[in-house]
């Protein structure tokens, strides 16, 4: 297969990935989760408050004050602990140890106030209920299990406290650690779905703006494919050009980071390709063989594709319209400066040819502009027959054309000069043209090379016309 990115071990940019692993333990905690679990903990204190407030008038005598001060002393320490936890970025051993503690607290306080309850210590269960989903919000299993395990130790101690039975509390709290562990495993689903939502919009959003900012086709979608194979949960992700039965691998990564992927790993036939027409070529983009991308992120990548793929085509006509000359379709004179910086920049030998219709004026005044803009189409025509491939074709001006031959020498201009005089007398251009020819010397500016062509060309104006100088 032709056309395949080069590896570069030493050129990779490993790029990490921004979905959370409940099973590494980074650094850091994500700053989305400490808010989750702040916000939800502010939004319940004041509940939790007033359910302690009535807890401090039991309503079953006798008034048990011992549990009944302890239980809101601890709640108190329980406040305390949040308030100066409160700090949004922290250190994930400082947060473990912040949040067993706060754990370790909160059902203490709750094990202490069905104590204080006594018979009706069942209506304070809801409580360890709320403390598991509280610790939900940061989906790390370890702590998910400790909560649990910690909730189901409360509930059979504040049962046995609150007077009942060994057999009523040991029933009553098995049905609860089943409850408990549905519960949390429910409210831990939700919050991972909607976490892994809002990554992807994130992503999204990300390759959306990498489409939007970046100008060269083939790079923006090297800088897209990483995220699109997050969304699409594949290793291997590609985009396929293919021309007349060949492939070309136009940006790849494997495992989250740019790296060659060649067409035999992909599935360049799978029905959940995404493809687009550009030009003369189909592009596709192509996940490994055997991997499934996720369905839900499809129509996503899909449309992100196509963004890159139109915003290229759309670019491409801008620079085609602001380097071409409208009438004839040849390079105009912005395209023909770059491609003189491009050339003084890697200071490449070259030979110049500069021809001037002779007696256009006289044309245009006799038979019209619209006469001699056909004729300027037909000149256009014929210096594209006779130049070389990599030759620079341009009209310098009016009726001046200019044909910048790279790595060439004068008698190679003049060879082609003399291959389009030939085809202009075997057509039926009703005017003649003069040309000025030349070649650069070792080191040479091109400006000073075009300065020189332009000299030649004045003197063959100047010496009947209809003919070629060459520079000297």
């Known amino acids: 297969m032709a056309g395949l990115l080069p590896t570069d ?21 994500r700053s989305d989760e400490v808010s989750l679990y702040y916000g939800m ?8 408050l007033v359910a302690f407030a009535i807890l401090a008038m039991p309503p079953y005598p006798p008034v048990r004050w011992v549990p009944t001060i302890l239980a809101i002393a601890v709640f108190v320490a329980l406040v305390l602990t949040i308030i100066v936890g409160d700090r949004g970025a922290v250190r994930r051993r400082a947060m473990y140890r912040e949040l067993v503690l706060q754990n370790l607290l909160a059902n203490t306080a709750t094990a202490l106030a069905m104590w204080a309850a006594g018979h009706g210590q069942g209506s304070l269960v809801p409580l360890l209920f709320v403390i598991l989903i509280y610790n939900s919000a940061f989906r790390i299993r370890t702590l998910m299990l400790f909560a649990w395990a910690a909730g189901t130790t409360t509930h059979l101690v504040g049962s046995l406290l609150g007077g009942e039975t060994v057999a009523v509390a040991v029933t009553s709290t098995i049905v609860f ?22 990554t992807d919009v994130g ?8 489409a939007a900012r970046t100008i060269d086709r083939d790079q923006a979608f090297q800088l897209m494919l990483t995220r699109a194979a997050e969304l699409l949960k594949v290793r291997r992700l590609a985009v396929v050009a293919t021309r007349d039965g060949e492939h070309r691998v136009v940006a790849s990564v494997r495992d989250g980071s740019p ?11 799978g029905a959940a390709r995404i493809g687009a027409a550009d030009d003369d070529e189909t592009l596709r983009l192509c996940a490994g063989v055997g991997e499934g991308p996720d369905p839900s992120a499809l129509a996503a990548v899909r449309d992100l594709f196509m963004l890159v793929v139109e915003r290229a085509r759309h670019l491409s006509g801008l620079h085609t319209l602001a380097n071409s000359d409208g009438l004839t379709g040849l390079g105009n004179r912005r395209y023909l400066d770059a491609r003189f910086d491009e050339m003084t920049a890697d200071a490449t030998s070259c030979a110049v040819v500069i021809i001037d219709l002779d007696h256009f004026k006289e044309l245009n005044d006799t038979q019209g502009h619209l006469a001699g803009d056909d004729v300027l189409v037909s000149v256009a025509q014929l210096i594209r027959s006779v130049a070389r491939t990599g030759d620079v074709a341009a009209r310098y001006g009016g009726e001046e054309f200019c044909i910048l031959i790279p790595h060439a020498n004068e008698d190679e201009a003049a060879s082609l000069e003399g291959r389009l005089r030939e085809a202009w007398s075997a057509s039926d251009i009703p005017v003649g043209f003069s040309a000025g020819i030349a070649a650069s010397h070792p080191g040479e500016p091109i400006a000073s090379v075009l300065a020189r062509a ?15 100088v060459r520079a000297s």
């Open 454 to 468: 332009d000299n030649a060309l004045y003197e063959a104006k100047a010496t009947g016309r209809g003919r070629a």
């Open 41 to 48: 903990i502010w939004r319940g204190l004041p509940a939790g």
């Open 259 to 269: 790296e060659t992927v060649f067409p035999a790993e992909l599935d360049l036939g």
């Open 9 to 29: 071990p030493h050129g990779r940019t490993p790029v990490t990935s921004r979905r959370h692993d409940t099973n590494s333990v980074p650094t850091a905690i």
């Open 203 to 210: 992503l999204e959003r990300e390759v959306a703006g990498y």
């Open 177 to 198: 650690a089943g409850a408990a562990a549905a519960a949390q495993l429910s409210v831990g689903y939700v919050v991972g779905r909607l976490r892994a939502l809002a």
